[in-house]
């Protein structure tokens, strides 16, 4: 392990350094890699953001997204494992496991170069050689931010910087309303501001940005694909390949949707399942005390917060939401009250 010291002077000469990020970039995923990519590119240093994957279009606009390297595109796979191979410094951002960079995982695992992890999500992997790591964080953002301050190196902050750091922040709080909006993110978005981001703007272009398609696609799913279990304090979308082909689904038409089966008046619990071409994705979502990053783990190789996780299922999607409801109710009491969750029975 590196210590702090050892890794502000690997980086006081210039390095060929990658950045990636997990599968899906969201707003911090991608706010913290460019955040983190235009700050070293302005240290002096050669940076390339690559992500396992595409990501959603109202994004774009963040400084150094035209040089990002989508790994999923076929023409881009080359220049990836050569950048891989040939840099000195790998810095994976929001995410720990390197499962959740898919095939880009055995590659960074097995390249030479020295391995850092900037992240806030719970059980880190050992893989990395200078970690940076705290689940009190609301964002990777909030410790790219903290990072920077840390190198004493605030000043490199510019507008472009400032406003990917603050876009994360804004959306893994859920827009300042999550129970992570601590003293502190409002103080470092508050330093955000001060230091050019436009919040205002940030916010009409992740959030009040809409086709027509997924408006009309967020009218079917709450009217159509929206099941409410009160007795289970449990509510889920199921949406199919079918239902995304026909609204023409864009990658991040589904964000938020979670959001309306939670907002209902006794549901602590809120799934939305999506049948992809490689299965199954499914994300949850609670309030309060039950943690829904266990159940995830437990039973859909899945993982992330308390309130907010994430999984997968390679059964169909009617396989996976029987399974789903069963071990809802066999769970019920022992999600309520925060106790170990049963031994599936198969
Ligand atoms: P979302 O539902 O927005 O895709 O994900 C919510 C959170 O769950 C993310 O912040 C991420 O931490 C976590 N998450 C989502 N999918 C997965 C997964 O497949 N594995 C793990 N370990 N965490 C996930
Ligand atoms: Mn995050």
Redesign the pocket.
Known sequence: MLDFESFKKLLSSPKKIVITT???P?A?ALGSSLGMSNYLKKKGHEVTVITPSDYPSFLYWMKGNDDVVNFEKEDCQQQAIGLINAADMIICL??S?L??INELGALVKKADATKVNIDH?QDPEDFADFRYWSTDAAATCELVYDLIVKMDEKDLIDSDIADCLYSGIMT?TGGFKHPNTTKHVHMVTAELIGLGADNSKISRLIYDTNSVNRLKFIGFALTRRLVIHTDLHTAYFWISKRDLKKYDSQTGDT?GL?NYALSLDGIKIAA?FTERKDGV?????SIENVAV?KF??KYF?????RN?????SMDSLKDTIERFEKLIKENQDRLLNQLELVNEKH
């Not at 907010?308 to 997968?312: M, P, Q, V, Y």
């Open positions: 997990h599968h899906k969201d911090d929001d995410f496991c499962s959740r999500h893994d964000e979670v939305m994705k499914i994300s949850f979502r990053n995830a783990a190789d899945g993982g992330g917060h907010a996780a994430g999984g997968k």
